[in-house]
């Protein structure tokens, strides 16, 4: 499972897509209306849906893009430092540094007693040979 800064990416780049999606369709397949006393003329490229048809695909678009960013902002309300406030945060820092301070160090020391065990170890097998 992708991170949340991942999902959210996602989710925004799908919402562009369904909007462009939304966009297109509507172009293409609205009933164009004359402006004024103008003969109704659609353009070459428009195949125009019933009004029931097109309003429904509407609707639909609609639902399909406020499910989007709600599932947005369901994302972003869940980003780890939401709720919390600048110091909060900045003590938090602070603590999970001096932790990783602690845990650099203990792994120093077991890398160094390591060596150690390792060095007797070798000065026990070289032992064992001469004997």
């Known amino acids: 499972m992708a991170d949340r800064l991942t999902q959210l990416q996602d989710c925004l780049d799908q919402l562009a897509t369904q909007f462009y999606a939304s ?14 006393n103008e003969p109704k003329a659609p353009p070459e490229d428009v195949t125009p849906d019933s009004p029931r048809t097109f309003a429904a695909a509407q609707r639909e678009l609609a639902r399909d893009l406020i499910i989007k960013e709600q599932q947005i ?23 999970l540094e001096r932790e990783l ?22 000065r026990v097998i070289r032992g064992v040979r001469r004997v």
């Open 23 to 36: 966009i297109r369709y509507i172009s293409s397949h609205h009933d164009s209306s004359p402006v004024s």
């Open 73 to 95: 902002e369901y994302l972003i309300s869940v980003l780890p430092g939401i709720g919390t406030s600048e110091k909060e945060q900045e003590d938090r820092l602070k603590v």
């Open 101 to 122: 301070k602690e845990a650099e160090e203990e792994r120093v020391k077991a890398a160094r007693e390591k060596e150690q065990v390792l060095e007797k170890l070798d």
